[in-house]
């Protein structure tokens, strides 16, 4: 049994469809916490999990009717009941 205790990274990235940038940033804010082996950054799994469910849950629409055409950049994406609505950070 293979289990793995760290990860670098790109394995980061992979693992979580995350951009490096993001993850990078995320060790900066002091949200993810990484530590350093030589020139190596590497995030251990159990920092890894902490800082996913740490993360906001998806809020889902709950209207049936697409969203009126001049709703402009704060709803992105039309919202139907069981889809995920995705909002500006404006």
Do not use: F, W
Request: charged letters at 30%.
């Amino acid at each position: 049994m293979d289990i793995r205790i760290s990860y670098t990274i790109n394995e980061v990235a992979e693992i979580t469809t995350l951009g490096r940038p993001l993850i990078y940033a995320e060790i900066k804010r002091g949200k993810l916490r990484a530590r350093k082996v030589g020139r190596r950054t590497i995030v251990i799994a159990h920092d890894l999990r902490e800082y996913l469910n740490s993360l906001p849950q998806c809020s889902v629409a709950l209207s049936k009717r697409p969203r009126e055409a001049g709703a402009g950049r704060a709803a992105q994406a039309t919202a139907y009941e069981g889809t995920l609505v995705r909002r500006s950070l404006r």
